[in-house]
């Protein structure tokens, strides 16, 4: 058996170039991207490393390169081998608009070379949630189901901004609901010796705010509670309305919650006026289902992505580069 291995710019050049050095018999066994700068960056093209085998007695070296590339157009390997990966793993919806697309611009959707379907994926998320950021105000709420991860994202966020933007950052809890909540932000607090309030009722909630009148940015951390519990929702809403002026609000999701759910919290959530998106947890999940899910139901911007427990390297801003790359380097191939 001859085995060698290709790096080419897509799946037509390896099958030319390995028809034409090892015959016709040459077959494809494995594919995979090689990192040479980003691939939705079009002058930087990322490149494909194929490996081919053949018997070594039937190696039989074909110059006649026109008549490979004939070939290639009557077989239909190119199309039966995994085209690519971040596109396979979208939803049906989002390859759904890949047809209507194709509809309107009458080609033919598997005429589309790996390029063209990267650069639409490319298209159809710019037009979401990816492109559009909050304007940071001075005060933050999170809010969501429970162990999504808000008090977590809250420490990730406190402590890039208190260390790489040397904010100084002032920490408000009003989950005195669950044992342990309070201490758990007060903990992250104390290492970063940010000045740290409990809100016990939503008449509290001005003086204690004022109480942090110098810091640059107050992060408010709230309790979890299940989208049905439109009791505990309306609680939270009240302790909301007692802040002043200006904030944003915003709703985590962890990508592990089933799509029915995430449509069922993203609707009941609307209750309290949420602004944007955080997403959670996507090391924890193999398959992106419910990653597409949300995108395709959410037009408020999505803030920041966290894949991880570790304070605070697990988070990103939820830029599409950002999340493309995440999801290339770590949901491998199928
Ligand atoms: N794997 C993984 N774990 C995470 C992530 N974010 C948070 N966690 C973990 O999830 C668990 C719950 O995190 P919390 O931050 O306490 O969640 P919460 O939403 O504040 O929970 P409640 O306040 O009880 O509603 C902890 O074990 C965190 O370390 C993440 O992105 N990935
Ligand atoms: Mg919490």
Redesign the pocket.
């Known amino acids: 058996m001859i085995i060698k291995k290709y790096i080419v710019n897509d799946m037509k050049e390896a099958i030319i170039r390995a028809k034409y050095e090892l015959g016709k018999d040459a077959v494809i066994i494995s594919q995979r991207t090689v990192k040479v700068g980003k691939w939705y960056n079009l002058r930087k093209k990322k490149q494909l490393e194929v490996t081919v085998a053949v018997e070594e007695n039937i190696v039989t070296k074909n110059n006649n390169i026109n008549s490979i590339q004939n070939e290639y157009k009557e077989t239909d390997m190119g199309q039966s081998i995994e085209t690519d990966f971040i596109y396979e793993k979208a939803s049906d919806i989002i390859k759904n608009k890949l047809v209507s697309y194709c509809d309107l611009y009458e080609i033919e959707d598997n005429k589309l070379t790996i390029e063209e379907k990267k650069n639409f994926l490319n298209l159809v998320l710019k037009n979401n949630c990816f492109e559009k950021k909050l304007e940071l105000e001075r005060i933050n709420v999170?809010m969501?189901?429970?162990?999504?991860?808000?008090?977590?994202?809250?420490?990730k966020i406190a402590a890039k901004e208190h260390l790489v933007n040397k904010r100084n950052v002032g920490l408000v809890t009003m989950?005195t609901y669950?044992i342990g909540?309070v201490e758990?932000l007060k903990t992250y607090a104390n290492i970063l010796d940010a000045p740290f309030e409990v809100v016990n009722s939503p008449d509290e909630m001005a003086y204690k705010i004022n109480k942090l009148k110098d810091c640059d940015m107050i992060l408010i951390?709230t309790?979890?509670?299940s989208q049905r519990n439109k009791g505990k929702l309306i609680d939270i809403k009240d302790y909301l309305d007692a802040i002043e002026g200006e904030f944003n609000k915003y709703l985590?999701l962890?990508v592990s919650t089933d799509k029915d759910t995430i449509y069922s919290i993203l609707d009941r959530y609307k209750l309290l006026n949420y602004d944007g998106l955080i997403l959670?947890?996507?090391?924890?999940v193999t398959v992106l289902t419910n990653f597409w899910s949300i995108i395709e139901n959410n037009t408020l911007p999505v803030q920041y992505f966290?894949?991880?427990?570790d304070v605070p390297d697990?988070?990103k801003d939820a830029t599409l580069e950002n999340l493309l790359d995440y999801i290339e380097e770590n949901f491998t191939y199928a």
């Open positions: 999170f969501g189901p429970t162990g999504v991860g808000k008090t977590t994202t809250i420490a989950d669950r909540a758990q951390d309790l979890g509670t985590v962890s959670t947890k996507f090391d924890e966290c894949f991880g427990q697990d988070i």
